[in-house]
């Protein structure tokens, strides 16, 4: 029965993940993403490590190459290899729950909940890193725990026996599959390393132990995130090491500012944090977690799991200039755990024959209300998500990434298919607002391997103020020449050009337009 579950489960993932996963257009970072792995088909032994120069570890962008080769459709390539984590994911969690002592019932919430849940569905549908990152942490931690959940005693205070148990722990085949799982999550993303606390925070999982035992179980805990690091330091021997951190500026404050009071700051975002965790992952998924801390059973492996979320969140919530939800989805993994092995416990509360009928009941309403919650609140967000997708109740901060922005690729492909078909008449040259992104990244990835003898696509950054001499003197070998900007970064003279094309962006949000600018070589 329960394998006929997880098997339908599996099915409405499959179903719900792959319908309409062209629906919203591509994002400025996917495109960047995907045309890093084009940039390594052309020429690996050139583009190989070229993500680090970004500050990006290069493990994702290698993980798309081969899908490039099987899909015609190139973002729909790239999302796939998201939508096949998001199996593996469902089945990482399961193992987890199994290693923590769950039940048969709490494996079937976690792999429900990484199917419907909001912050789970959105991101295994996105070729973004976020996704592919959490997956090999909640691999390594599993991992981990295969060892730490080991019953074991050891009381003899013998030195040489000692050396000779620490020895033998350390060899842990488990250990070692772990920490290469962390060191492939830091290939996959820099910010893994907020993970480490997580690991020391499972030694102290296990009841009773002996200080001794605490030691070895911290020894273990200290050599997987060791086996991680020095994977990670593998790629000190490229050039552009030092690049991986060269953007984190961008994104946190540094630790003294923040100590030096920049702290009363970002401590101002925590309610819009708290808020991205209430809609993606839903009151029930959020709430039910702190409900566990009153459960005797489960208190322990709660409170280590909420221990785990916090120190993820905790670092980038105090430090964040710029702040996504996504930055948290790792955090998830420790949450949906959590609220799976609490919410099990309340149906099970629910039928213990050893409690009165009226806290049964109480038992049983209150998990079938959470319940009927989260899969309220994930339909609200999964049902346009597949019909609609500008209708997506994203939070704002989302809203301006997905649906309204320049990083949004509304347009995109349209403007693709009017390039093509120009091509087909004659020669055309394509100035782009930006230099990498949404634009031009996002139209070069529609090209790739397909005849583009008579294209020429070239960013000339942004705002539009004017066209460079550079590109108008290339452009001058081409018959027609267009520019695509978005319409609030346009800021050129339009008396001589003409409007080819618009699209808008929902909302009254800005329109990615298509200039002849042509005319502007006669000038």
Known sequence: MVKLIFTAIIGV??????WGLLNLPVFAD????????????????EYLFFPMNDGKTPLFMWLLVPFQFVFSDQLYAARIVSVLVGVGQIGANVWCIRLLGGTKLAKVLGALFVTILPFWFFHHRMALIDGTLTLFLTLSLASYLEVVTRSFTFQNRDLLQLKKVFRVALREPWLLLSGILFGLALWTKVPAILFTPTFVFFAFLPKNKSYTERLLLLLQSGSVIAVGLVFFLVLKTQPVFSQLFSRGSDFLYPWQEVLEG???????????????????LTPTATIVSLIGLLMRKQRRAIFVLLLAALSFIGPIAVLGKVVYPRYFMPAIIPLTLAASIALSELFRRAKDGELSLRKRAVFAVVAVLLLANSLVRSVAFIYPSLTNANATPFVSADVTQYLSEWSSGHGIQEAVALINAQAKQGTIAVATEGFFGTLPDGILMYLHRRDVTNIMVQGIGQ???????????????????????NSHRMQMQTED?????????????????????TNLQLL
């Open 30 to 45: 996917e495109s960047i993403y995907i045309r890093w792995a084009q940039l390594i088909i052309d020429d690996w032994r």
């Open 13 to 18: 993932y499959l179903v719900t993940h792959l």
């Open 463 to 485: 705002p539009v103020r004017g066209i460079p001499d550079a590109f108008l003197k290339q452009a001058s070998a081409y018959e027609t020449v267009w520019l695509v900007v």
């Open 262 to 280: 920049k702290w009363r700051d970002t401590i101002i975002s925590f309610p819009t944090y708290g808020r991205y965790f209430l809609l993606y």
């Open 497 to 517: 050009l003409v409007l080819v094309a618009e699209f808008c962006r929902p909302d009254n949000a800005p329109c990615l337009q298509v200039w002849d600018i």
